[in-house]
């Protein structure tokens, strides 16, 4: 099983539950790269605004992902994900196949379809059919890193003869966050890799998103092993001065080790952590509790 983690880019995941700056993105990058972990993920927001009217800043995600591409050389490198309303399939495209040139073929392209209102007011963008949006803008990108040359005369989305000049040099992995039917209908049709988030240790819920994925496969006759199962799972460490509540895995490392066991003996291929807080300690524990797992 892969294991990797959500990188700080914006609210309070800094030091001390500050904004973070560059410094603190690019030192748990490293401690991630170090400490024998996967991968590496980065979310993708303008910003976030509480239901009290707070609005915590993000750093833009692409610009950072790529930053963190030049200083590491063995990390996957994924966005958890990048939200389909911001950025034309076609950037996307491009974007995609330039940065897995520049890491040596690392890049894990996950996208959405968005939900957070706030930000798409502030921007003027569309909150009406996010999934048909979605569903336009998915076949675009992905039949584009396939390869082909596409024309599509959509309702939200046109494009005449567009093609990829230079094509990637691999299949580069389209990974689908979905929950519902209809986007997972989409994974099914689309994606090569599928995620559900955020839990804590397996439970009845986390049973459930996988039998829903394994419906929508049979739905759409796409065989079971060509879509990759990875999981969300947010981890706290009793240890360090806590920065969140609700579900999570906040036990010793013994613990958090068969935790990760248990995923991976229901199929889970991938797990993204969100760390609480996000701490280089908190990346040394994860990978010794993968070590303690699987080595």
């Not at 990760?260 to 524990?285: I, W």
Request: hydrophobic fraction near 40%; proline fraction near 5%; charge should be negative.
């Amino acid at each position: 099983m892969k294991i990797g983690v959500m990188l700080p880019v914006g609210g309070n995941d800094g030091p001390d539950g500050q904004m973070p700056r560059w410094a603190d993105t690019r030192g748990i990058a490293l401690a991630a790269e170090q400490s024998g972990l996967d991968s590496v993920w980065l979310a993708d927001h303008f910003f976030y605004r509480d239901p009290a009217g707070t609005t915590y800043g993000m750093q833009e995600a692409w610009t950072l992902l790529s930053a963190v591409g030049a200083i590491t050389s063995r990390v996957e490198l994924g966005t958890m994900v990048l939200c389909a309303s911001f950025r034309d399939p076609g950037l996307v495209a491009q974007m995609a196949t330039t940065l897995d040139e520049v890491s040596g073929g690392r890049v894990i392209l996950g996208v959405g379809a968005g939900w957070h209102d706030p930000e798409y007011e502030a921007f003027g963008l569309p909150t009406d059919h996010r999934v048909g949006r979605f569903s336009e803008w998915l076949e675009i990108l992905a039949r584009l890193l396939r390869g082909e040359t596409v024309t599509s005369k959509g309702t939200y989305y046109q494009v005449d003869q567009a093609t990829l000049v230079p094509m990637p040099e691999r299949r580069i992995p389209i990974l689908v966050a979905a929950r519902r039917p209809r986007m997972l209908d989409l994974t099914a049709q689309w994606a090569d890799q599928w995620n559900t988030a955020w839990f804590g240790a397996v439970g009845d819920d986390v049973r459930a998103r996988l039998a829903e994925l394994d419906e929508a496969l049979v739905r759409n006759d796409r065989p079971s092993g060509e879509v990759s199962r990875t999981v969300g799972i947010t981890v706290r460490d009793p240890e360090q001065k806590p920065d969140g509540e609700g579900n999570a895995l906040a036990g010793p490392v013994e613990e958090l080790a068969t935790a990760f066991t248990a995923y991976a003996d229901l199929g889970v291929e991938h797990l993204v952590v969100g760390l609480e807080p996000v701490t280089a300690r908190s990346v040394e524990r994860v990978a010794e509790a993968k070590t303690l797992a699987f080595e």
